[in-house]
């Protein structure tokens, strides 16, 4: 009798055990993160917002492109909210449906413990993006957005580039910073320095085009920068390797060339 029951014990404790781990194993089923992505890799332009403030809506167009490759992003525009540059860049992810945008740096400079969760919805022409509760200082707003596709090609120069050294003409301009991103056969860029003292901040946007021999065109399509938009610009490009672009161009006749490393 007593062996019985000491079989009888081992057995509802092997039985507890399994359903412990059958627990466990839909828990962990249950937990798992769906992280595929609802959008294509690309670049994208702003057809317009609708911008919610304390019940009263504003509607808004304006030139703006927003470029994702790679689980990274790129936006850079003129903001009428705030009167100057607004440019950003980060990593994204998609959760479970949800595009959860994480800013690594701005036009102002790094960014650290912010993120957006944003909902987006593929239409025929590009996607709608809605976000709520976006600070601009003591403000808030909310915003959905008409998103236009421009291109889901890619290349092999697609990715996220922060500059990491440049030629003397460049660098002497105090604190000079950049980012670039480049895909969907577009390319962006915000960039940061110190001119007498004045802190200057700039974006430019625009396609990105490579021929069959490997001459590269970008042709500017908006910028702060005086001059810059509406021209194209011949640029070298080569990979040193897969975290390092080397990128030369003529500037008032003197040859530029800066190193970024990939982020």
């Known amino acids: 009798m007593k062996l019985k029951s000491g079989l009888l014990i081992c057995a509802l404790a092997v039985l507890a055990a399994c359903s412990v781990e059958e627990r466990a194993s839909q828990q962990s089923s249950v937990a798992e993160v769906d992280s595929t992505p ?32 790679q689980n990274r992003f790129m936006f850079a525009f003129y ?22 945008e994480t800013p690594i740096a701005n036009q102002d400079g790094s960014i650290e413990d912010l993120s957006f969760d944003l909902t987006i919805i593929p239409t025929d022409t590009g996607f709608t993006q809605s976000l709520s509760g976006m600070k601009y200082g003591e403000r808030s707003v909310d915003m959905v957005e008409q998103w236009r596709t421009l291109s889901t090609e890619s290349g092999e120069f697609d990715g996220l580039w922060k500059l990491e050294s440049s030629s003397p003409e460049i660098a002497s ?36 085009q490579v021929n069959e021999s490997g001459e590269i065109t970008e042709s500017a399509m908006t910028s702060s920068i005086e001059g810059y ?3 194209e610009y011949q640029v070298d490009l080569k990979l040193v390797d897969s975290n390092h672009l080397v990128q030369s161009f003529e500037l008032n006749g003197v040859v530029i060339t800066q190193t970024y490393v990939r982020i």
């Open 38 to 69: 609802h959008l294509a890799d690309g670049a994208y332009a702003l057809v317009s917002v609708d911008v919610t403030e304390k019940d009263q809506v504003s509607s808004y167009q304006r030139d703006q492109i927003k470029i994702y490759t």
């Open 79 to 100: 903001n009428e909210l705030t009167a100057r540059v607004d440019a950003g860049t980060g990593y994204a992810e998609w959760v479970n449906g949800v595009l959860v």
């Open 173 to 208: 301009r105090g604190g000079f910073f950049e980012m670039k991103m480049i895909g969907g056969g577009h390319y962006a860029f915000f960039q940061r320095f110190s001119n007498e003292g004045e802190l200057v901040k700039h974006f430019g946007f625009g396609s990105f």
């Open 229 to 231: 938009a509406g021209r």
